[in-house]
Structure formats: C-alpha cells, structure tokens
C-alpha cells in the first residue's frame, strides 16, 4: 500500500513536500507516478519517477514547476514545491505504476489515500 | 496533450447496461492497447477497474467491462447497482513514459 502525508495548508511563496510511503512490496522495483485533482475537476497526470534510481519524467504542464525525489532507505517518495501558488491548491495522489509480464509499466495501482494540499493567497 | 474526451454524465436504471466512451487520437488509444479505468467514489481514491484495455482486476466484478476501436474506447457496466454512482475516468498511456487522463464522467444511477 501506499500512506501519503497529510493535508497541508500553506501560503503562496511557501515551500512545501509532501511524502507517500510504500509498504508490502519492493518499492524501488516499480515506477511511482504524481496525479493532481484540482477542487471538483479531473485526474492530471503530472509526471513519474523510479525509486530504483530516481529517472525522473515530467508532464510539460508541470515540468519546472515541482520536483519528484525518493529516500530509498525508508521507502518513501516526496512531491516539492519551492515557491507555492494559489493555483497548486488540490488533492494530490502517489500511485504504483504495474504492468504485465509481456507489458510495460501501464496502469496505476494502489493509489495512496490522497494529499490535500490548500493554498493561500 | 489535450485530455481524453469523455462525456461529463451518463445515467441509467438499475439492471440496465450503460456504456462510457473515452476518445483520444493515433498518438495514444489508436496507438496502444494499453487504456486503463478508473472508478473513484466520492470522497475517495480512485481506484483501478480495468487495464490493459479489456482486462480486469479479480476484485473487481464481471459487470465491468472493457473495449476498443480505432481511437476509441469504452466502458461498460451491466446490471447497474446504486452502489456503481461514480466518477469514472480512462487513461492511456501516449508513449516516452506519459500517460494522458480522460476529463471525467459522472455515472448517476436513477
């Protein structure tokens, strides 16, 4: 499974990670991706990262804007913000990455719980 | 990448079948069989129903079911419960390690 920090409330121009730690598997065996769900929108995929060895992908709608980083030796992957904005304010997931033994890494699950992450102004 | 266009709302009755599509282009549904479902129920994480476009996780139940044609995929949930009131979402993965998300739909079942 997957347990995530919990809800932060911030104000813009603030730093803030937030954790999601892994738990009944080898955590630096698969991918971890960030999703975002802004107050009643959809999911965003905002990016990945390996444990393994921290290969970092970024969406371009988020590159430059966050980081990914693990600490393998406790299990847990972090999403970093420097600076925060009124407009980062959502709910944040980790979720595993899995796929199939003929198939690359295609499909999210388990998800963490969720970060609710409120900034403001 | 623009999202995968779904529609905002379905509804139906118990017991009927009700079908979800999910449209994206030759980059990413056309191009891979790899379309996942998500149902997220309120207040909750969403939670996986179907990958690999037609597969299905043993938990969850055989009313679910996946599809595709060309740039098209679908969703669909026989024998409707009032327990199946959700949001759903696809998402395909559009190759150099992205993934790209459906907007969303709301099953109300009346």
């Known amino acids: 499974q997957l347990v995530q920090s919990g809800a932060e409330v911030k104000k813009s121009g603030e730093s803030l990670k937030v954790s999601c730690q892994g738990s009944?598997?080898?955590?630096?065996?698969?991918?971890i991706a960030w999703v975002r769900q802004m107050p009643g929108k959809g999911l965003e995929w905002m990016g990945i990262?390996?444990?393994?060895?921290?290969?970092?992908r970024y969406s371009p709608s988020f590159q430059g804007q966050v980081t990914f980083s693990v600490d393998m030796s406790i299990n847990t992957a972090y999403l970093r913000w420097s600076s925060l904005r009124a407009s980062d304010t959502a709910m944040y997931y980790c979720?595993?990455?899995?796929?199939?033994?003929?198939?690359?890494?295609?499909?999210?699950?388990?998800w963490g719980q969720g970060t609710q992450v409120t900034v403001s102004s | 990448q623009s999202a995968l266009t779904q529609p905002a709302s379905v509804s139906g009755s118990p017991r009927q079948s009700i079908t979800i599509s999910c449209t994206g282009t030759?980059?990413?549904?056309?191009?891979?069989?790899?379309v996942s479902w998500y149902q997220q129920l309120p207040g909750k994480a969403p939670q996986v129903i179907i990958y690999?476009?037609?597969k299905r996780p043993s938990r969850i139940s055989n009313r679910f079911s996946g599809s595709k044609s060309g740039t098209m995929a679908s969703l669909t949930i026989s024998g409707l419960q009032a327990e199946d009131e959700a949001h759903y979402y696809c998402?395909?993965?559009?190759?150099?390690?992205?993934?790209?998300f459906g907007g969303g739909t709301n099953l109300t079942v009346l």
């Open positions: 979720v595993r990455i899995i796929g199939g033994p003929e198939t690359p890494p295609n499909w999210f699950d388990p």
């Open positions: 009944g598997y080898s955590f630096t065996s698969y991918w």
């Open positions: 990262i390996h444990p393994g060895d921290s290969d970092t």
């Open positions: 030759n980059s990413d549904i056309g191009k891979y069989n790899l």
């Open positions: 690999e476009t037609s």
């Open positions: 998402c395909s993965y559009a190759g150099s390690s992205k993934w790209i």
